[in-house]
């Protein structure tokens, strides 16, 4: 009877050792991760080239340098008339270029693009004519990245135009009118920039394009009132900026900067930016600025100053931690599965446009799956904020004991079956492996324990 007693006593002690042993082993385990240096050719942000509708050939000369191009069409020669099919052609063969290229369009027509412009006599004409490019732009929404609202003045920059002299009133009844014609004519996925931030309050008030205008700042960082673009008797700079930080940053907002002087010092230009939440930044107007950027110092930070200006141009994303538990059992694994605490910070100046979603992976060898995860919150955060989503990630049974390396990863793309890298989001993480546009952040490795068990580990370990 001792002996029995003995036996289960110990069998009692081995299971209690096992037992704390596995549930120690099964605590979870955290890595934090800091935001890399590299230089990403992720799309829909950058700086950008302009280019005419007219040569599309130099779009694909473009794409070698940025993923953002300013598509300007000249249609100062229809005044006074429609737009012939030959015209309406041209735009869509440009649009079907930057398509075949991967690259962003930011859209922009004018009666000219010279300081003395021909507009039409009649406003009316302008409207026939938005509602002809529309039907172009919304065939190919998804290389659009913005709509300048245009066709105003010298540059379509809405300065020098006959529709913007008169009384306050009259100007206002017209840039509306312009607006109300863009609201009803493009798809309501496309956004719209105009270039200064009181006609975005105007057109707030109105109810015109509501959620969906930003500004483009073809002024930034000149002078104090950034030559008229902050304009409001009531609002000083810091205002106007303030206002613009808290109200627009779901938009897509860029310009570019004409004049150098103190205001574009490198310390300046990124507080501004990250208020402004600036997307796209015109790579050759100022040169000359963005050429002293490069080896000027950015305090507390490693590199210099066009590169840092430059990366942080849009979003900027990056793992700031994991979280996951140290060991599973293989039945878990395909059953309840792994739940991950995956942090996500954006340490760009905009947030990441919203045609981008969120899907996790699971590959081994040939073998890759993928599912969708909510994340709104990622759609509204930028400048270092962060949002931090559980996922809950289920291994077939067959990978589990399979000969091939498990890895889990994160997928930022518009659709789930899209593998080119050109298309998706890479992160700013020296930690993981980007390819087939998959962030790769853990692998499962088998642990001899007392009892079989899996555990994750970050992909460079």
Known sequence: MNKIRW???????SFSLIFMVLTAMRKERQWGFEESDAVLNNPDRGFYIQVRSSRPDKIADAAEVVRVILLSYDIEEYGKEKLPEEKLKELET?????KKEQTAVV???AYGFHRDVTEPDRIEVMAGHIAQIADVLNAYQEQILVVQAGMFGAYGEWHASRYLEGTEEEQRENRLYLLKQWDTCLDADIKVAVRRPRFVREAMAAGVLTGRLGIHNDALLSNDSDMGTYDDP???????????QTHLKDQVNGGEMPTPGKLNDPENANYEFGRLHISYLNLKYNEEIIARWDGMPMEGREVDAGHYLGSHLGYRLFISELVVRKAYFAGELSGQGVRIRISLCNAGYAALPDKYRVFVTVDAGAEHLCHEVEMPELYEISGGQNVTKEVQVTIPEELVYGQEKVTIGLKIAPEM???DNRECVELANDDFFYGGGVNRLLYLCREEKPVPLYGLVPFTD
């Open 94 to 98: 440009a649009l079907e270029t930057a």
């Open 107 to 109: 859209f922009r027509a």
């Open 234 to 244: 009531g609002m000083e700079r810091g205002d106007e900026l303030q206002w613009v």
């Open 7 to 13: 036996v289960i006593a110990l069998l009692l002690g």
């Open 417 to 419: 079956t899209v593998t």
